[in-house]
């Protein structure tokens, strides 16, 4: 079975500082890896996704996010955080083969300050 | 194209009673999810129903819950008995083929 470990329940950045949310997964065929955001009281949107092609991938509002299979990671960055950059962060993991269904980690919940 | 729709967006029962979630998933997707979220959690895969054969259950899916979709495009999600437990919110979302998951608001439940 596969799972995603997300590493610190809390960030807090200052406005226009980089913003790392980590993700660790665990998976025992080749993963896809995906990042979503849920502001409060939403459904969750997908920031980006990963399904075995490039390793660095874009996503929405200037996310991007780097497959690392030897660090078995998939760390969210974005350069300059801005204020409405604030939510939780899911990190989530599914595999070939099994409809889509993803497996969430915990979440990170991102502050961004002034 | 409107997105998942879910309603109600917020119950709140009584310990006991039996409450109904209905997902309207987009309109050419097939795929349509059930997820569980609990305060703090990350969501939590219930079930999945490939137009409107439910393929799969999560063996959080007790007894008391029960999942259809009956012609292929609506979703109901019925939660006999409710119990403090069952309090989460509950996501549905739909997909074409192995494709993206594309999610609802959510419906909130309280039990009291």
């Known amino acids: 079975a596969q799972s995603v470990t997300q590493l610190g329940s809390h960030v807090s950045v200052s406005e226009g500082a980089l913003v790392l949310l980590r993700c660790n997964y665990s998976?025992?065929?080749?993963?896809?890896l995906f990042w979503y955001v849920q502001y409060p009281n939403q459904g969750l949107q997908l920031l980006l996704k990963y399904t075995s092609a490039a390793t660095l991938v874009k996503g929405i509002n200037g996310f991007e996010a780097e497959f690392k299979k030897s660090e078995t990671s998939f760390h969210l960055t974005k350069p300059s955080a801005h204020m409405s950059d604030a939510a939780e962060y899911f990190c989530?993991?599914?595999?070939?083969?099994?409809?889509?269904?993803?497996?969430f980690g915990t979440g990170t919940r991102l502050q961004v300050t002034l | 194209d409107t997105g998942v729709s879910q309603n109600p967006r917020h119950k709140i029962t009584k310990r006991g009673q039996n409450v109904t979630f209905r997902c309207d998933p987009i309109?050419?997707?097939?795929?349509l999810y059930w997820y569980r979220q609990t305060l703090g959690q990350g969501p939590e895969f219930l079930t999945y129903f490939q137009n409107e054969a439910q393929l799969e259950k999560s063996r959080l899916l007790s007894d008391r819950f029960s999942a259809e979709r009956p012609k292929g495009s609506f979703s109901t999600l019925e939660i006999q008995r409710t119990e403090q437990g069952d309090s989460a919110m509950y996501l549905c979302?739909?997909?074409?083929?192995?494709?993206?998951?594309?999610f609802g608001e959510g419906s909130r439940l309280t039990v009291l």
């Open positions: 989530a993991v599914s595999v070939a083969g099994t409809a889509s269904k993803l497996t």
């Open positions: 998976s025992s065929v080749p993963p896809y």
């Open positions: 309109s050419e997707h097939n795929r």
């Open positions: 979302a739909s997909s074409p083929d192995a494709g993206e998951l594309f």
